[in-house]
């Protein structure tokens, strides 16, 4: 067999007999997990296709850039709260993200490290949607070739690209219109 959800579905479709034995009685428990697994499974689809539902109607060019989840948006929304316009400008979400460049100059080398404030979880979001890019979107794979023979280390092109990515979110999330509100069903 090939595939983790085609064993769990054999799993689940074992019929064991009385439990008289070891082997009958690991079939039954295999079976109940098995069960159980696809009944998760299932539980989580329909969850995710909610989420991606309303993330579609709050930032639908967003959805459609390169790297970008559903769960990155989401995290993102969460991130801005109810009220997007109050982040002011694109360097204060940077900020609030986590992916303001920090002077870390010394004598006569001018650099800048990563920022260790911000919120935490939408500055994952940001390093997941970079590694995707830098693996594989043409575009940004030759950033990174541009970057590293000018001599920037992985970290700093990943720090530059998070700061990119930041400012596109920005712009779809905070700067468009405020998609409308959730229509409550009667």
């Given at each position: ?19 008289v ?16 697994w ?22 639908p ?28 400008s694109?360097?204060?979400f940077?900020k ?29 979001a940001?390093y ?9 979107h043409?575009?940004?794979r ?5 970057r ?7 970290r ?13 979110i ?5 700067t ?11």
């Amino acid at each position: 067999m090939t595939g983790k959800m085609t064993l769990i579905r054999a799993i689940a479709a074992l019929r064991p007999r009385t439990p008289v034995s070891t082997t009958a009685s690991a079939k039954m428990a295999l079976r109940a997990l098995a069960h159980r697994w696809l009944m998760l499974d299932a539980e989580i689809k329909e969850h995710e296709a909610v989420l991606e539902r309303l993330v579609r109607a709050h930032a639908p060019a967003l959805m459609d850039a390169p790297g970008v989840s559903t769960g990155t948006i989401a995290d993102m929304l969460v991130v801005l709260g109810d009220n997007p316009q109050r982040i002011r400008s694109e360097a204060a979400f940077a900020k609030l993200c986590g992916v303001c460049p920090v002077p870390a100059s010394s004598g006569k080398t001018n650099r800048h490290r990563l920022n260790r404030g911000g919120n935490r979880r939408a500055n994952a979001a940001l390093y997941r949607v970079a590694l995707v890019r830098m693996r594989h979107h043409p575009p940004t794979r030759e950033y990174v070739q541009r970057r590293s023979a000018e001599g920037k280390s992985p970290r700093e092109i990943r720090r530059c690209l998070k700061r990119y990515i930041a400012r596109e979110i920005y712009q779809q999330l905070c700067t468009e219109k405020p998609a409308s509100a959730f229509v409550k069903s009667t």
